[in-house]
């Protein structure tokens, strides 16, 4: 028989077993991607320039192009807020993958906001005295390079940067744009990992202090790795018990809504553990990203050992992105659990607010302090979270967006106050600058003072709303403890305060390096929405509100 006629009884059979003849191609709207899409485009764009580029150009061309992907997808953020995407357009998009709504967009232009602030703080090449001719930054000279090592001197005398930040940057933003507006569980790990493993790798490249570093990246990785198998497991339990990934079925099918039940959903919908146990591993896995008490232990030794500009945008950036998939977690998927998930998140946001605050007193380094603060404000935004209402949506939404710039402002602030090796991050060398750098320490204490939630400050207006939504959705005895745990708090940010401005200044103290305008513009910015969403909040209180519908 010859080849054709085999070729051609086999399609014939082919078509006569299948029905169906042809795949679907999928239907992908790109227009309301198009924020994630000019991320990663970018992302891969910054990898190739990399391999294409010339070396002394690297640094020019990757911070150009970071600065327009992110300024760019920004605008189409905007674009499609105001084409009413967040509102009476809103919907599922890239077949079921990708919610489009007011929460997602509304975060997804804070995480890019913060990012290209954050960009500014990981581009400064001042503050270090210049290596052999050359400006440096704060990351390795060559990552590859054991520290200490000959060839790690040889790069340093040749110059070498790390200019793959300005990518990884990039990946792992495009893995926070997916994260809050994920709408199934595949879609979720997947941006969880995308946007973990480039910060695990970030965290390791510290230019001084490289092995602290290098510990604080392996710390990171191997406790990350393990949430993430929670979530995963989680993943797995949630798609035994409703035969679906999609967050809307598997919410009709615990709210029981759910329409032709086949007789394998009926036996593993009648299976509660799978549903508590797939739930709670779930939001375990987000509480370790939020860096929520019992999950928080990572937190103070990766924000200590990794560079300072990336330990300001992981603390803002990754914030953002966890509370936007938790919510989407529990109101959209979870909202037929209610009774079951608030009373854990109750003890939940009690133990972060009181531990966080409590801790932080003990704390002598300047940035485990700021890591301790910001487990206590994971607390208060839960206290958010717990209110279960629309007004508890847009609170959280709210702080979020004033908690991210101050947090990087205030961590670029720590860049600049140096010694010989390096930032001076240790409490005591910060006596007396007050005196030394009146400028420096009075920005530090409007950042303090906005931690600890001092009205006229954007942290006052923001615990203000959480507080009001929590107390109204019936959890009253959650704002006293949070404003217990704001006045513990209040303490630590004082003392430092106290420490800047009435102690003399030690004669071998540190010195405040001058900036580039790189760093001075995230400082600014970071004062000015601290001051404006302190001073006039409503504009943008109204905003969170418009924005804070889930589509289902």
């Not at 990794?306 to 953002?320: C, H, N, Q, S, Y």
Request: proline fraction near 5%.
């Amino acid at each position: 028989m010859s080849a054709t006629a085999v070729h051609s009884l086999w399609t014939t059979a082919a078509t006569a077993a299948d029905p169906i003849g042809k795949i679907d191609a999928p239907k992908i709207e790109y227009g309301q991607l198009s924020p994630i899409l000019i991320i990663i485009g970018a992302a891969v764009l910054g990898i190739l320039i990399e391999a294409l580029v010339p070396r002394r150009s690297r640094y020019y061309v990757q911070m150009f192009l970071s600065v327009v992907a992110l300024v760019a997808a920004f605008a189409a953020v905007v674009a499609l807020a105001a084409g009413g995407y967040g509102t009476t357009k809103a919907g599922i998009a890239a077949m079921g993958a990708i919610a489009v709504d007011g929460p997602a967009l509304f975060l997804q232009g804070t995480i890019l906001l913060a990012a290209l602030v954050g960009l500014f703080t990981f581009a400064e090449r001042r503050l270090d005295p210049e290596a052999h001719g050359n400006r440096v930054d704060s990351f390795a000279a060559q990552a590859a390079a054991v520290p200490g090592s000959e060839s790690e001197q040889k790069a340093v005398k040749a110059g070498f940067t790390t200019t793959e930040v300005f990518p990884l940057l990039l990946f792992a933003v495009a893995g926070m744009l997916v994260f809050p507006a994920a709408n199934d569980l595949l879609t979720l790990f997947v941006a969880l990992e995308v946007f973990s493993l480039p910060l695990y790798l970030l965290c390791a490249l510290a230019r001084r202090k490289r092995l602290m570093s290098q510990e604080a990246a392996v710390k990171y990785f191997l406790l990350g790795a393990f949430a993430s198998a929670f979530t995963l497991f989680g993943i797995a339990l949630l798609y035994g018990y409703a035969g679906s990934m999609s967050y809307g079925t598997i919410a009709s099918v615990v709210d029981g809504t759910v329409q032709n039940v086949t007789p394998a959903l009926a036996d593993t919908m009648g299976n509660d553990a799978l549903l508590l146990v797939g739930s709670a591993l779930i939001v375990m896995g987000l509480l370790f990203k939020v860096g929520a008490v019992p999950f928080h232990m990572w937190t103070p030794d990766v924000y200590q050992g990794a560079p300072t500009p990336v330990t300001g945008f992981m603390a803002a950036a990754t914030k953002v992105a966890a509370f936007g998939a938790l919510l989407r977690i529990l109101y959209v998927v979870l909202p037929g659990l209610r009774w079951d998930w608030r009373p854990v998140m109750w003890a939940v946001a009690i133990v972060t607010m009181l531990a966080g605050a409590i801790v932080a007193i003990t704390q002598t380094d300047i940035k485990r302090l700021l890591a301790y603060s910001s487990i206590a404000h994971a607390g208060f935004i839960l206290a958010g979270v717990i209110a279960t209402t629309p007004e508890g949506i847009s609170s959280v939404l709210f702080y979020l967006a004033a908690y991210s710039f101050v947090t990087i402002g205030a961590f670029a602030v720590v860049t600049l106050v140096r010694d010989a090796g390096g930032e001076a991050t240790h409490l005591s060398k910060w006596a007396g600058l007050g005196r030394r750098s009146p400028l420096v320490a009075a920005v530090f204490a409007v950042f303090l003072l906005a931690f600890a939630g001092i009205p006229l400050t954007s942290g006052f207006s923001g615990k203000f709303a959480v507080f009001k939504a929590a107390a109204e959705g019936g959890a009253a005895p959650l704002v006293v403890i949070g404003v217990i745990s704001s006045a513990i708090a209040a303490f630590f940010y004082i003392r430092v305060i106290v420490l800047m401005f009435f102690s003399e200044p030690r004669p071998e103290g540190p010195t405040v390096a001058v900036p580039s305008p790189l760093t001075m513009t995230a400082i600014g910015v970071g004062v000015a929405v601290t001051v404006v969403l302190g001073v006039a909040p409503q504009y943008f209180l109204d905003l969170a509100g418009q924005a804070g519908v889930f589509v289902r």
